[in-house]
């Protein structure tokens, strides 16, 4: 009998292992009940097909007037986060260990290039220097927007020299080719 059960146990896992649909897709998923919009049910499915939930979605509010609902605040969630890890079909496929590897080597080489390209007329490179992450008041959280530097320029005479001007008033000249800056 332990047997039978633990076979039906691995099975179940291995079925929930090839599943698509992720909870961390959603913001909270809710008891299903007779009132859940058939194109909810479909949305919290195992591998749902999301052209499908897009179709019975548009068919329920063609018909029925738009109410915020939980539903509806995880497709909206939903649907942003899957889009990603969309395959031709519409199923939720997320990419191989190697496909990842060469999505982020095409990445990479793309910031790489852009990085090293030329100001036209200058042999001077764009560099990116950092910060790369910057935090606000919680340190444990990171901020994208950011900012030290609120104006850049390049001289028009001679442009090795770029000056910048910083947040707290402070007023930056380069005075190299290497981006050595100085107070002025």
């Known amino acids: 009998m332990k047997r039978i059960i633990l076979l039906i146990y691995l099975c179940l896992a291995c079925f929930h292992i090839q599943s698509q649909n992720k909870s961390e897709f959603f913001k909270t998923i809710p008891a299903i009940n ?9 949305m919290y499915s195992d591998d749902p097909n ?16 738009f109410v915020k609902t939980v539903h509806t605040q995880n497709h909206k969630h939903w649907i942003l ?13 997320y990419p191989t260990r190697s496909e990842e590897d060469r999505q982020n080597q095409i990445r990479k080489d793309i910031y790489e290039q852009q990085q090293t390209q030329r100001i036209p007329g200058s042999d001077l490179g764009w560099v990116a220097m ?12 990171p901020i994208s927007w950011h ?23 402070g007023v930056y000249k380069s005075i190299d080719k290497a981006n050595n800056w100085t107070l002025i």
């Open 81 to 93: 986060l899957v889009d990603p890890f969309l395959d031709q079909n519409g199923f939720i496929k």
């Open 147 to 169: 900012k030290n530097i609120y104006a850049i320029d390049q001289s028009l005479s001679d442009p090795n020299i770029l000056i910048c001007g910083t947040e707290a008033g």
């Open 50 to 65: 999301v052209g499908e939930v897009e179709d019975l979605y548009r068919q329920y509010y063609e018909v029925n007037k």
């Open 130 to 141: 950092g910060p790369f992450e910057t935090f606000g008041t919680d340190p444990a959280i």
């Open 34 to 42: 007779s009132d859940t919009p058939e194109w909810a049910i479909l």
